[in-house]
């Protein structure tokens, strides 16, 4: 994990600057003390070291006031040489549900739509942040991922952010601004304390430095050693889940990963729930609630032969077939396509089931060509009885008994498409060809291909 050595905020940012000057650096610039602080200080490193640096600046529109900041904060940067981004996200003040988080989010979209490959995001979080952050998460039910707070440098998609300051005091900063002059934003909501973070700034942290002198200190100090117990856990992870991940067979649309649950039933309820958690999270997504992975392990406790364990939340969905737990995308509702005509050299876009089917020509593979008639192919989703005679020398098999035997997975049987010529079916794509379209070796034939619609 990166660090800074505990210096002077000059010091702090030479450091950052001699670190990632061959990166182009996009600061999160608001025009308040803090952000106003790193910009002075990183513009003055140029005169030792070249480097790209740009501020990025979020509008939120909370008040009439935001306009002038605005303006404020682009005179700043021209004054400084810095090019300077900004947005507006429109009148916010009619937000009332969570208006920080609601702002945190959006103000987070938008930075990542800036950053591009290696880019690295600069933000003004200092110590008293982290001691505010920990307080705010531990009173939301955070475990020791987010009580972990904010480390020197986090992964942001392609980008990394990295945070100079968050070894330093709010005093220590203010010193440095007041010592060279600076002006900068004073926002009147920061002293709002019906908004949460406000509540503790304000309120709660200064009753703790009167009864505990250090304890901002101290929690920064706590969120370190969680950090390092959540990097052991991180490793655990690891070590888990290349005993349990399996090789992903059978399955015909995307799948993040897969699992053995005899192996993860040899781990601990803890360990389990760690791997899970791991895994999830290696595939960039947003973790379920403690709640949610407590009722998978549940039911995987209990699944026999005629049960299987699933969960699904926003960003995606867990499923079991056999003794494999797969990672999915969301799972599009089951529904009932209605047969259609289909021209092989047209993609057929399917949005009931979020597939694509299409075509390309290949040697040895695929229905004959030399057989295929025009406008005589059509895609069919109704199974019934369906069956087919899957290449030479086989007896005529149920379609049902060959997605089994393929392992296609029940969640994916009903979006995969049946291909009929002149009425019979002829292809199960990726499952069977029929003999009477049986390509030879050295014949040109039509693969048949199904892919995700968002692929």
Excluded at 111 to 125: M, N, P, R, V, Y
Excluded at 200 to 214: A, D, K, N, S, Y
Excluded at 223 to 236: C, D, K
Aim: net charge positive; glycine share 8%; aromatic share 6%.
């Amino acid at each position: 994990m990166t660090s800074f050595d505990r210096f002077s905020v000059d010091q702090a940012l030479a450091q950052v600057v001699r670190r990632y000057c061959q990166h182009r650096l996009k600061l999160a610039f608001s025009g308040g003390l803090d952000s106003t602080v790193l910009l002075s200080g990183l513009a003055a490193q140029r005169q030792q070291h070249d480097f790209e640096l740009i501020a990025l600046h979020v509008n939120h529109g909370w008040t009439d006031s935001a306009v002038g900041w605005e303006t404020h904060c682009r005179a700043f940067c021209q004054s400084l040489g810095v090019p300077f981004v900004s947005v507006h996200f429109g009148d916010q003040r009619t937000v009332t549900l969570n208006r920080e988080e609601v702002a945190r989010r959006r103000r987070l979209r938008w930075f990542c739509s800036q950053l591009e490959q290696g880019d690295i995001l600069l933000t003004a979080h200092h110590r008293d942040d982290q001691a505010e952050t920990i307080l705010y998460r531990l009173l939301r039910g955070a475990g020791v991922r987010g009580l972990g707070a904010m480390a020197v440098e986090t992964r942001l998609g392609k980008a990394r952010v990295v945070r100079p300051l968050i070894d330093l005091s709010r005093d220590e900063i203010a010193a440095y601004a007041a010592a060279r002059g600076l002006s900068f934003i004073e926002d009147p909501s920061n002293q709002d304390t019906g908004l949460d973070r406000n509540y503790i700034r304000h309120t709660v942290m200064p009753l703790l430095e009167q009864r505990w002198p250090g304890a901002t200190t101290t929690l920064a100090r706590a969120a370190g050693h969680l950090r390092q117990a959540q990097s052991l856990l991180a490793e655990v992870g690891s070590e888990d889940l290349a005993r349990c991940g399996r090789p992903v067979v059978g399955n015909v649309f995307k799948v993040l990963g897969s699992l053995g649950i005899p192996q993860l039933r040899d781990f601990s309820k803890a360990r389990q729930a760690n791997l899970l958690r791991h895994w999830i999270m290696g595939a960039d997504l947003l973790l379920p609630s403690k709640a949610a992975l407590e009722e998978l392990l549940r039911q995987l406790a209990v699944t026999g032969p005629d049960t299987a364990a699933a969960l699904c939340w926003g960003a995606a969905e867990i499923r079991q077939y056999r003794d494999l737990l797969y990672l999915l995308p969301p799972q599009a509702l089951q529904a009932s396509p209605i047969g259609r005509s289909w021209d092989p050299s047209e993609d057929a876009l399917v949005p009931e089931t979020g597939v694509r089917v299409h075509a390309r020509t290949r040697m040895g593979q695929g229905l004959k060509l030399s057989m295929l008639e025009e406008k005589a192919l059509e895609l069919r989703w109704v199974r019934g009885q369906a069956t087919i005679r899957p290449g030479p020398g086989r007896s005529r098999r149920s379609v049902k008994n060959l997605l089994q035997e393929a392992a296609v997975p029940p969640w994916e049987r009903w979006r995969l498409p049946l291909v009929y010529h002149h009425g019979q079916l002829v292809c199960v794509p990726g499952v069977a060809i029929a003999a009477e379209l049986w390509t030879g070796s050295d014949e040109p034939g039509l693969e048949i291909l199904v892919t995700d619609l968002a692929c």
